[in-house]
């Protein structure tokens, strides 16, 4: 018999708390965050509300040299292509000078959606749990506490079988070589692991942002998936460049996860974009 991990990521009214902070930012870490902290107001000015870690450095799991920097931009108004295009360029110059990061992924958003009711259980859920305020006012403070219901299932990742077709794409965009497709696969087992973990979350009634610990999770409920989940987490870590695992996901793993992620919570909402 499968022996679940405690559920944990809740408070005593079972409401999701929020998973990292500065605190548990690592010393090899700082220098970096302390860099954006400075840069990121001389890039947008005034048109910055706020700005906030996510990901492994916030929660002190981060491991020098192989850890990217997560950030999201939270700006007063919608962005633009400048904009974004700043952001690009931010993001190459740290990751240049600083090299006990491995790359910088930034999300850029206007204030109005992240506070919106479309995506208050997406987006805004996002910054309220997941993400560590750095610059600025925290949006937090303008969304709801969460639980780990089927709601919020269905609109964090009830969206992947309108992801597949484009996953299609990029693996047939894709260099033929190990080099280019480490990255896909790195990417689309994260999201195939996080979606799994979620699809059973509200029946374990917990959170958790690593990828063995959801896999294991999602293994008590599913046994007949539970090694295919193993062996996703520990690519979402240690990609490799095998074309037969990009195959296996996109045309069994994920659409057999879409469909039953439709029948347990339904499809999310669609999005202008």
């Not at 048109?47 to 491991?63: D, E, W």
């Not at 009830?158 to 484009?166: E, N, S």
């Not at 509200?202 to 090694?227: H, I, K, N």
């Not at 994920?254 to 909402?269: F, I, M």
Request: hydrophobic share 40%; aromatic share 8%; net charge neutral.
């Amino acid at each position: 018999m499968t022996v679940l991990p405690a559920p944990k990521g809740l408070d005593s009214r079972g409401r999701l708390v929020r998973e990292g902070s500065l605190a548990r930012v690592r010393p090899a870490f700082a220098p970096v965050v302390a860099a954006v902290r400075d840069r990121l107001p001389a890039v947008f000015g005034a048109r910055l509300h706020s700005a906030y870690l996510y990901g492994s450095i916030p929660r002190g799991t981060a491991r020098v040299g192989r850890s990217d920097l997560d950030l999201l931009i939270a700006l007063r108004e919608e962005p633009a292509d400048a904009d974004r295009a700043a952001v690009r360029a931010l993001g190459e110059g740290l990751d240049q000078e600083f090299p006990q990061i491995d790359g910088v992924g930034t999300l850029l958003h206007g204030r109005a959606r992240l506070l919106s009711d479309l995506e208050r259980y997406d987006l805004g859920w996002f910054v309220a749990c997941l993400c560590t305020p750095l610059v600025g006012e925290d949006l937090a403070e303008h969304l709801p506490r969460y639980r780990p219901d089927s709601l919020l299932a269905r609109e964090t990742n009830g969206d992947l079988a309108r992801w597949l077709p484009r996953w299609r794409e990029r693996i047939a965009q894709a260099e033929d070589t190990e080099e280019a497709r480490r990255p896909l696969v790195r990417f689309m087992s994260r999201h195939l692991v996080r979606t799994a973990f979620t699809l059973v979350m509200p029946r374990w009634q917990g959170w958790t942002s690593d990828l063995r610990e959801m896999a294991e999770v999602f293994g008590a409920y599913y046994p007949g998936r539970a090694a295919q989940l193993r062996t996703a987490a520990a690519y979402g870590y240690e990609p490799v460049g095998d074309p037969e695992v990009l195959r296996s996901y996109v045309h069994e793993l994920g659409p057999w996860l879409a469909d039953e992620y439709a029948r347990v919570h339904g499809v999310k909402a669609p999005r202008p974009d």
